[in-house]
């Protein structure tokens, strides 16, 4: 409950430094009768909304494939034909402890219990990121303001992307559409050596202030990153040459990066979510804050349970969105819910019906943006 106050007085401090306050438009009355039907399911239901068993059947399997797949690439492979598949296959499970033990920790939607929370967070610490600044740039400032240039850091990639209307567009934007997708393969090797320290001294996240760690919390960061760093680094170079870790590692980071990245994107850069623009002088959002979310969010594959499993309800983005702290174990079943509610009150429920058809409305969106200098939030409308 502290970490929630500090977040929203966070929020409340950063709005400060805009021109002026942004605010979404008042409950339309949607929200109300969405979280009514969703607390009228569980209580209706055997679902528990935390302390899933399925989720901690999840977290061992991930945890112990993480561990076993490490081992033998550090311990085992040998020749090139072992090492890039069990290298290809650490990035992706390393990608599937993020999505879904780290993803439900922060957001408080594990378990019941806030220590194992805080623990199941912890796991990014493991994997290279800062638990600590996920929190404020991902919990914080991604899900109060979806799609919002200035607001939401997910968006901004500086001068080598376009992905908002609201961005600038320069000359070789016309080409983000094919190099792109190989600046994603870049992220994580990012992460682990520049952003985390960046914010870390700066104090800032992106170009918006977040209180540094103090104490616990940056006695965390450290241990966190020494951790990391002799996993991937350290241990790796007792049995291996220097070339041949370097380069376990950056195929691990690179997969890692691709993943990560594209999940995302398929989830909020496509031509089906809007790109909203504060009303000006009032800066406010004409929609109300859970009508943002839906209609900022697309999911994708949801028939599909294997991409569910792996990548922790991800393509559930607008339950997710909707209802963070509930483990993502019940999304699939939620969304019936949801998408039954927007059918009702006439809200449009955007979706993919698989990760190709995602893949394909990303590519689509980032050429849109590279050709086009339009400021309209969704050209399609």
């Not at 408080?108 to 493991?126: I, Q, R």
């Not at 800032?204 to 990153?225: E, H, M, V």
């Not at 994107?265 to 009303?279: D, G, R, S």
């Not at 993502?328 to 019936?336: E, G, Q």
Request: charged share 15%; proline share 3%.
């Amino acid at each position: 409950m502290e970490e929630r106050n500090e977040s929203q007085q966070f929020v409340i401090s950063h709005e400060k430094e805009q021109v002026k306050k942004l605010k979404f438009a008042k409950n339309s009355g949607f929200q109300a009768e969405l979280r009514r039907r969703v607390d009228d399911l569980f209580q209706s239901s055997d679902l528990r909304e935390r302390d899933c068993p399925q989720m901690y059947t999840k977290t061992i399997i991930l945890l112990s494939s993480f561990f076993g797949i490490y081992s033998g690439l550090v311990f085992l492979a040998q020749a090139w034909w072992q090492v890039i598949p069990l290298s290809i296959v650490l990035g992706i499970i390393t990608a599937g402890i993020g999505f879904s033990i780290q993803h439900d920790g922060a957001h408080h939607a594990y378990s019941s219990v806030a220590w194992v929370n805080k623990l199941m967070s912890m796991s990014l610490d493991l994997i290279g990121g800062s638990s600590y600044v996920w929190h404020w740039k991902h919990d914080v400032l991604h899900h109060t303001y979806v799609n919002i240039a200035g607001y939401d850091m997910d968006l901004e990639v500086g001068i080598f992307g376009r992905l908002s209307p609201s961005h600038a567009r320069l000359p070789f934007h016309r080409w983000q559409q094919y190099y792109l997708w190989l600046l994603y393969g870049l992220l994580a090797i990012k992460w682990h050596f520049y952003d985390d320290f960046y914010c870390l001294i700066t104090g800032k996240i992106g170009d918006r202030t977040y209180p540094r760690p103090k104490q616990a919390n940056l006695a965390i960061f450290f241990a966190g990153k020494l951790v990391f760093f002799s996993i991937a680094f350290l241990i790796p170079l007792l049995f291996h040459s220097i070339w041949l870790v370097l380069a376990s590692y950056g195929l691990v980071a690179v997969t890692l990066g691709i993943v990560l990245s594209v999940v995302f994107q398929l989830a909020h850069v496509v031509e089906e979510a809007n790109f909203p623009t504060p009303v000006a002088e009032a800066n406010i959002i004409d929609n109300d804050w859970a009508i943002h979310q839906i209609e900022t969010t697309v999911n994708f594959s949801r028939n599909n349970a294997y991409v569910t499993w792996l990548l922790g309800g991800l393509n559930f983005q607008i339950e997710h969105h909707l209802f963070p702290n509930i483990c993502h174990i019940n999304y699939p079943v939620i969304s019936k819910v949801v998408e039954q509610t927007c059918q009702e009150f006439g809200v449009k429920y955007n979706q993919h019906s698989s990760l190709w058809a995602g893949f394909l409305s990303h590519y689509r969106w980032l050429r849109k943006m590279g050709t086009h200098s339009s400021l309209q939030s969704n050209p399609n409308q």
